[in-house]
């Protein structure tokens, strides 16, 4: 067990719709990943938070969207939903020394 | 991040050492090699990490070569749910880093 928790573990929609993922990261972490895994792309860094602060973005559109709460938890906002953003979504959190993935939530986007 | 190098598939026996690749000629010196793994659309699984020096923890050993262009994960003793997809990632920024992930090697361990 990482310690990471997200929700929801699956997640069906149609296209043009909103979704919001959570994660919540092991306890003391500080920095949060986000992660997304696709058929055809592999695993691709979405964005990171440390401390409630953005610290770097990687591959991510901006239909996306992430935020940092105090509390830790992130929430990775998906808008405009097109069939292409079905994946396995990961969020990882990190104190330093390797990160711990959580389980992830599959999108599926009808 | 410099790029890795890693064959697409191995197989391994069961109880015997599994032994994966990985390339990385083109390391800076201060870049890490970080090990991770990845059951069955599970969350990857951070395994180990090594500068220059070779690494043992309580799931594998990572062996650097001494001009630090490509190293060795062992997984000394592979049992069935050793199956997965291993990365080699290299990257510096340590603590910090924003992994990139390739398409690893898929082991198999065979009964």
């Known amino acids: 067990d990482s310690g990471v928790t997200q929700t929801p573990k699956h997640l069906i929609t149609a296209t043009g719709q909103r979704v919001t993922l959570r994660c919540s990261p092991r306890?003391?972490?500080?920095?949060v990943y986000w992660y997304q895994q696709s058929l055809d792309q592999g695993l691709q860094f979405l964005i990171q938070y440390y401390n409630g602060e953005e610290r770097a973005k990687g591959n991510i559109l901006e239909r996306f969207s992430a935020q940092q709460f105090p509390d830790l938890h992130s929430e990775l906002n998906l808008s405009s939903l097109e069939l292409g953003d079905s994946a396995l979504y990961f969020c990882?959190?990190?104190?330093?020394?390797?990160?711990?993935f959580g389980p992830g939530t599959r999108l599926t986007v009808l | 991040d410099a790029k890795t190098t890693q064959p697409p598939s191995m197989d391994c026996a069961e109880g015997r050492a599994a032994n994966l690749p990985c390339n990385h000629s083109?390391?800076?010196?201060?870049?890490?090699v970080y090990w991770y793994r990845q059951i069955h659309s599970q969350g990857p699984q951070y395994i180990i990490h090594?500068?220059?020096n070779n690494e043992t923890n309580e799931m594998a050993s990572l062996i650097i070569t001494e001009d630090r262009k490509s190293s060795t994960l062992i997984l000394p003793h592979a049992t069935l749910r050793d199956t997965a997809v291993y990365y080699c990632?290299?990257?510096?920024?340590?603590?910090?880093?924003?992994?990139?992930f390739g398409t690893g090697t898929r082991l198999t361990i065979i009964p």
């Open positions: 990882a959190s990190s104190a330093g020394l390797g990160k711990n």
């Open positions: 083109t390391i800076s010196g201060n870049e890490y």
């Open positions: 306890s003391g972490d500080l920095s």
């Open positions: 090594g500068l220059k």
């Open positions: 990632i290299v990257t510096g920024n340590f603590g910090n880093e924003k992994l990139t």
